[in-house]
Each structure stands twice: as C-alpha cells, then as structure tokens.
C-alpha cells in the first residue's frame, strides 16, 4: 500500500493542520480497518 503517495495527495490538496488531521484519520481508518 502506498501510504506515502496517499499523504501527499492529501497535502497537495489541502494545507497545513487539517492536511496533516486527514492524513492521521485516514491512517488510523486503514490501521483499524
């Protein structure tokens, strides 16, 4: 899985704190999934 790309879709999207909250959401949404 590419977590890296998928983070910098995300940060390319969208700046600074909310990029950075999406990304630990989404990430502990895969962790747990």
Same mark, same amino acid.
């Given at each position: 899985?590419?977590?890296?790309? !998928?983070? $910098?879709?995300? +940060?390319? $999207?969208?700046?600074? !704190?909310l990029?950075?909250?999406?990304?630990?959401?989404? !990430?502990? +949404?895969? !962790?747990?999934?």
């Open positions: 899985m590419a977590v890296k790309d !998928f983070g $910098r879709s995300h +940060l390319s $999207r969208s700046g600074g !704190f990029a950075m909250l999406s990304m630990i959401q989404d !990430f502990l +949404l895969l !962790f747990l999934a």
